[in-house]
């Protein structure tokens, strides 16, 4: 069973950045890694996502303010995020997509103020 940790969250004013960063517990080939989040009384859904290959899909919303990308030998994914807006509240999740199975992470809370 890989095990996914996240990390980064926290509390930040509007227009300030955030890094979040995404920790597998085992080297797994993964087709796609991929940040999603949750606000309260919304479904959850896909923010950014990178492939093998290192292919980058963003959510409209995001796109041009967040980056994702990934350290393959250190096992870790990142999201990089800037300009951040009350908006992006929400508890950010990691998922991965292998060839085992699809795994989550626990989620990391990332509160914006205004």
């Known amino acids: 069973q890989v095990q996914l940790v996240e990390s980064g969250g926290g509390l930040v004013q509007a227009g300030g950045s955030l890094r979040l960063v995404c920790t597998a517990s085992?080297?797994?080939?993964?087709?796609?890694v991929g940040w999603y989040r949750q606000a309260p009384g919304k479904q959850r859904g896909l923010v950014a996502q990178?492939?093998?290959?290192?292919?980058?899909d963003y959510a409209d919303s995001v796109k041009g303010r967040f980056t994702i990308s990934r350290d393959n030998a250190k096992r870790t994914v990142y999201l990089e995020m800037n300009a951040l807006n009350v908006e992006d509240t929400a508890v950010y999740y990691c998922?991965?997509?292998?060839?085992?199975?699809?795994?989550w992470g626990q989620g990391t809370q990332v509160t914006v103020s205004s």
């Open positions: 990178i492939t093998s290959i290192g292919r980058t």
């Open positions: 085992e080297r797994v080939f993964s087709d796609a």
């Open positions: 998922r991965m997509v292998t060839p085992r199975g699809v795994y």
